[in-house]
């Protein structure tokens, strides 16, 4: 598998405008999650996914925020209109269901977005 | 939601040295899982250990090894032998084991001196 595939690596846009995100998980797994790493608030989770479903959004700053998962090897995370703070390194990861061996959330290799 | 402190910002070690990174965590859970992640400059995150709460054995992966201190709420990590490629951000993490959201620490940047 080629891992968590993200899109694209790094973003430059202006102030106001959309910005997509988008994430293709590993294959087979269960659970996709959307991070934001920054010097100030290091990483923290925004939302997360099961099965398609989000499971936890209580980390998705503000309403200009949004993400989706139309189907298992898809999902797009939105901003509209964009602000110069949240420039920031955006990452997508996946993982399996929890068994008794544990798990480990596999990582993307980031979009870096600057918003000027 | 857990707190994960990470209390040294950067640490330095000469190749072939060995280096300990420190991590408390704060939870009322029972069992959990914790985890240190790399991340070298070209920016991917990657799991280093992993560790079960219910486990007492510390776990081991080649040169990286934990010291986990259930009582004590720590969970540090050990690099052997280090080497110029191990020059990377680490982070600690935890995980409740019915909530698969990871709760990280702010980061140890290490620098691996040749």
């Known amino acids: 598998d080629a891992g968590v595939i993200q899109s694209p690596r790094h973003e430059v846009t202006e102030m106001g405008q959309e910005v997509t995100l988008r994430c293709k998980p590993i294959?087979?797994?269960?659970?996709l999650f959307w991070y934001r790493q920054t010097m100030m608030r290091g990483l923290e989770l925004l939302i997360y996914f099961n099965n398609n479903v989000p499971i936890d959004d209580s980390g998705m700053p503000e309403d200009r925020f949004s993400a989706k998962m139309p189907n298992a090897s898809f999902s797009t995370l939105k901003i509209q209109p964009s602000e110069p703070r949240d420039s920031a390194v955006y990452f997508c990861?996946?993982?399996?269901?929890?068994?008794?061996?544990?798990?480990?959330?596999?990582f993307g290799q980031g979009t870096r977005l600057t918003v000027v | 939601a857990q707190t994960v402190t990470q209390s040294q910002p950067e640490m330095s070690v000469q190749e072939a040295e060995t280096v300990t990174l420190s991590c408390t965590y704060d939870?009322?859970?029972?069992?959990?899982?914790l985890f240190w992640y790399k991340q070298p400059p070209s920016r991917q995150m990657i799991l280093v250990i992993r560790?079960?709460?219910?486990?007492?054995q510390n776990a081991t992966e080649n040169r990286f090894s934990v010291n986990f201190q259930k009582a004590a709420k720590s969970f540090s990590l050990k690099i052997s032998d280090s080497q110029l490629g191990d020059t990377a951000m680490y982070f600690c993490?935890?995980?409740?084991?019915?909530?698969?959201?990871?709760?990280f620490g702010a980061g140890t940047t290490v620098t691996v001196r040749a």
């Open positions: 939870t009322s859970e029972n069992n959990y899982y």
């Open positions: 993490a935890f995980m409740k084991p019915n909530d698969y959201k990871l709760s």
């Open positions: 990861a996946s993982s399996l269901r929890l068994n008794r061996q544990g798990t480990e959330a596999f």
């Open positions: 294959s087979g797994h269960d659970y």
């Open positions: 560790q079960e709460a219910y486990k007492q």
